[in-house]
């Protein structure tokens, strides 16, 4: 069954769950823009998705580009999620499987590592 939750309260979460990062990686991020929208118009069952050049990937061409964007897609975690504890580690989970990719990491390796 879904959890009802508002978006104030999803918001803190995903902010709670940045701020699991370790300060040495946070540091590391740049020129990235976390946005938490209700669905992904393509994939509704998409919890979350990366966008941009990864950081293993930029070049002296990536200056002056747009940001990067982490999008956390709300309605399909609380759909997928029976409390609200469970929303809290799936967002964290979520949150730090797209960080990931823009550090380069990729979908088998994440899989591996149990972040999948």
């Known amino acids: 069954m879904a959890v009802t939750m508002t978006t104030d ?3 803190e979460l995903v902010g709670e769950a940045l701020d699991l990062i370790p ?36 070049d ?15 309605d399909a975690l609380l759909d997928m999620c029976g409390s609200e504890e469970e929303v809290v580690e799936e967002v964290a989970i979520t949150v ?11 979908e088998d390796r994440l899989h591996e590592l149990g972040w999948g």
Request: hydrophobic letters at 40%; a negative charge.
């Open 60 to 74: 002296s061409h990536y200056g002056g580009s747009l940001p990067d964007t982490i999008t956390v897609y709300r």
């Open 9 to 11: 309260r999803f918001d």
């Open 96 to 106: 730090i499987h797209e960080v990931a990719h823009y550090f380069g990491i990729d």
């Open 23 to 58: 300060s040495a990686l946070a540091s590391a991020i740049d020129n990235v823009v976390v946005l938490v929208e209700a669905r992904n118009e393509d994939d509704p069952h998409l919890l979350g998705l990366y966008q941009g050049v990864a950081l293993t990937e930029r």
